[in-house]
């Protein structure tokens, strides 16, 4: 019997995670929990085979959470269930020491997958994620060697895409329920970071790399 937990915010998807759970066979709820203070000490009272959580919690301590048992409990599967954008944000999941990344859109049966490819030691990246990945490493990029903008925090990244999008300042504070003033100063503390020096190359460079993040069109290939 292999022992999950689970770690989300939102209880009705919890509560729905540990009923899906519990209905398998060999699949076994040992704890869950709404915050990652909670989880850390029932993932040592519990020992738990795998751990899935919710990066829609707070992304920042969710990476943290991560961080923390890669380092600590390097054998223990970490599947990320995750609502932001796949392209955006799995890259920096998995370098943090995930084993899988899927989407809260994603299927049961996709999720069931994504379960026991973990458990059985292996990793899982949904089929779309694994063409991206191939397609950054065929253009020259690692997918898990970090480029200069993932220096930037989860919330400077949703700036720096939306910037890239077109968005003005007041439009991507609308999106995100921010004050246009701390949109400047998100964009102050990205061009501080990425050394930029104006708002002109700052936008250059979102809609550059935002191109980069996004899988390439298979319109234009050749009919195998």
Not at 63 to 70: A, D, N
Not at 78 to 107: C, H, K, M, P, W
Not at 125 to 147: E, I, K, V, Y
Not at 152 to 177: C, D, K, M, P, Y
């Amino acid at each position: 019997m292999h022992r999950i937990l689970i770690i989300d915010d939102q209880p009705v998807f919890r509560q729905g995670l540990v009923s899906l759970l519990s209905a398998q066979a060999d699949m076994l709820v040992c704890a869950h929990s709404e915050d990652f203070q909670q989880a850390v000490p029932l993932i040592e009272a519990n020992r738990p085979d795998m751990v899935i959580l919710s990066l829609c919690v707070d992304p920042s301590n969710a990476m943290q959470t991560i961080r923390y048992l890669h380092a600590n409990r390097p054998q223990l599967p970490v599947l990320v269930i995750s609502q932001f954008d796949e392209a955006l944000y799995a890259q920096r999941v998995i370098r943090a020491g995930a084993s899988g990344f899927v989407g809260r859109n994603t299927s049961i049966e996709g999720l069931l997958m994504a379960v026991s490819r973990l458990l059985s030691g292996k990793l899982y990246l949904s089929d779309g994620l694994s063409d991206h990945f191939l397609s950054l490493q065929m253009r020259g990029h690692s997918a898990l060697c970090p480029p200069e903008e993932n220096c930037l925090s989860n919330r400077e990244i949703e700036v720096f895409a939306l910037l890239g999008q077109g968005l003005s300042t007041r439009r991507i504070a609308r999106q995100l329920h921010l004050s246009s003033k701390t949109i400047d100063t998100h964009k102050e503390h990205i061009k501080t970071k990425l050394g930029v020096t104006d708002n002109t190359a700052l936008i250059q460079r979102a809609v550059i790399w935002l191109m980069e993040q996004q899988p390439q069109s298979t319109e234009n290939c050749p009919a195998r």
